[in-house]
């Protein structure tokens, strides 16, 4: 017997100006060219696919064919798989197919992969022709909760991760649970750690789910498929809600940066690529919430609750061996920084969490020691 696949799902971003669909559900892959006609894209139009090597071979030839099945005029470029192509001559590469396809400021480009990919496709749609449509098609779980909502868009420069970019806002984000099957354990476990922040930041509700679900967080083969789908409209849900509320982050849109911070400082002195993005996060979320004790914000069991369920999502908790002068150094140095101030996002409770610019140097270290 088959299961029955789980009917599609659409959450909005309400945006003013630009608002757009988040469409999830197994087989969404196979309806991607019905669903850009529904956008109002007409058939005919230039549509320009780019992904990497490895989602090429797995999803390749069903986006094209949907897309071409709803009369599209489809077009495929493959770029490097990999943080270190995030940059400008990888964009240029992207205009150049561009260019070779004509693509009109009326033409769309698609992303299909994982964040890096999204991250220069949108980037791409945002400077062709002072910007053209882009869709997302996310395939790994961290791209599929965050980094395909919400129009940011850029590549890194030597001096930083993401300091090149844009706001620009996808037409439509579609997401098919389906190609997660082929994601390695580790992204997989990455993603989670989004997913956990989404509910410690503002949904409790989510927070407890995923809590009852601890033995089966770890693994997309574990986690069941009605789960998962929950999981991923929940996570969507939360982060269309911040966008729409503050789309080019003047204020709650820090919010969702809650255990970057830390983890930030994590990725850059341990050396980008030792531990992934997610994995980072799941650290700075842990040690953020022992600088919320420090100061405290919140409750011993809130951090328990918190470490337990990140544990049980296979993520690591402990802070690596790292100099505090070059901590706090390094935290000076996050975009995120307002007059030598450094802004923490900390948790009062599960489910909500407020910015502190008062945090002292000695507090900081004081709850990092408390993480080795
Ligand atoms: P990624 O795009 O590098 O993908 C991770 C790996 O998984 C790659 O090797 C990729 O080839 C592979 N992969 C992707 N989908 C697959 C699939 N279905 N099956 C098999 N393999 C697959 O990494 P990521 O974690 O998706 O994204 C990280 C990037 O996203 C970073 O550059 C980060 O800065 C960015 N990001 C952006 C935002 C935003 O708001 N724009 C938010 C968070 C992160
Ligand atoms: N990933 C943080 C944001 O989209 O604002």
Redesign the pocket.
């Known amino acids: 017997m088959t299961a029955t696949p789980l009917a599609l799902r659409t959450i909005g971003v309400d945006l003013c100006a630009n608002p757009y669909p988040i469409v999830i559900g197994e087989g969404a892959l196979e309806q991607l060219g019905a669903q850009v006609l529904a956008q109002g894209i007409k058939a005919g139009t230039k549509v320009l696919v780019v992904t990497?090597?490895?989602?090429n071979e797995?999803?390749g030839a069903p986006a094209l064919a949907s897309l071409q099945g709803a009369g599209f005029e489809c077009q495929r470029l493959v770029i490097e798989?990999?943080?270190d192509q995030?940059t400008p001559a990888t964009v240029a590469k992207i205009h150049d197919a561009a260019f070779a396809q004509k693509l009109e400021r009326g033409s769309l480009m698609v992303a299909l992969?994982?964040?890096?990919?999204?991250?220069m496709t949108?980037f791409a749609a945002a400077t062709w022709l002072r910007g053209i449509a882009v869709v997302q098609v996310?395939?790994?779980?961290?791209?599929m909760v965050?980094?395909?909502?919400?129009?940011?868009?850029?590549v890194?420069h030597p001096g930083g991760?993401?300091l090149i970019g844009a706001f620009h806002q996808p037409r439509l984000v579609l997401i098919d649970p389906n190609?997660?099957?082929?994601?390695?354990p580790r992204?997989f476990r990455?993603?989670m750690a989004?997913v956990i922040k989404y509910g410690v930041i503002g949904d409790a509700e989510l927070f407890s789910e995923l809590e009852s679900a601890e033995a089966r967080l770890a693994s997309m083969e574990s986690l069941p498929a009605a789960l998962l789908q929950r999981i991923l409209e929940r996570s969507a849900a939360a982060k269309a809600r911040v966008v729409a509320a503050d789309e080019r982050e003047g204020g709650l849109r820090a919010i969702?940066n809650y255990g970057h911070t830390l983890g930030h400082v994590v990725e850059a002195l341990c050396g980008y690529g030792t531990y992934?993005?997610?994995e980072a996060v799941a650290i700075g979320m842990v040690a953020a919430g022992e600088l919320a004790l420090e100061l405290a914000l919140w409750s011993e069991g809130d951090q328990r609750r918190q470490r337990q369920v990140i544990a049980a999502a296979g993520l690591p908790l402990q802070w690596p061996d790292l100099d505090g002068e070059a901590v706090l150094a390094c935290l000076q140095g996050d975009k995120k920084v307002q007059s030598g101030k450094v802004r923490f996002v900390l948790p009062t409770s599960l489910g909500n969490v407020e910015i502190r610019a008062d945090v002292r140097g000695d507090q900081v270290l004081a709850a990092l020691k408390r993480c080795r």
């Open positions: 990497n090597p490895v989602v797995h999803y798989a990999g943080e995030k992969g994982g964040g890096v990919v999204g991250d949108g996310p395939t790994t779980l961290l791209a965050d980094a395909s909502i919400g129009g940011k868009t850029g890194n991760k993401n190609t997660l099957q082929t994601l390695p992204e990455a993603g989004e969702l992934l993005h997610g």
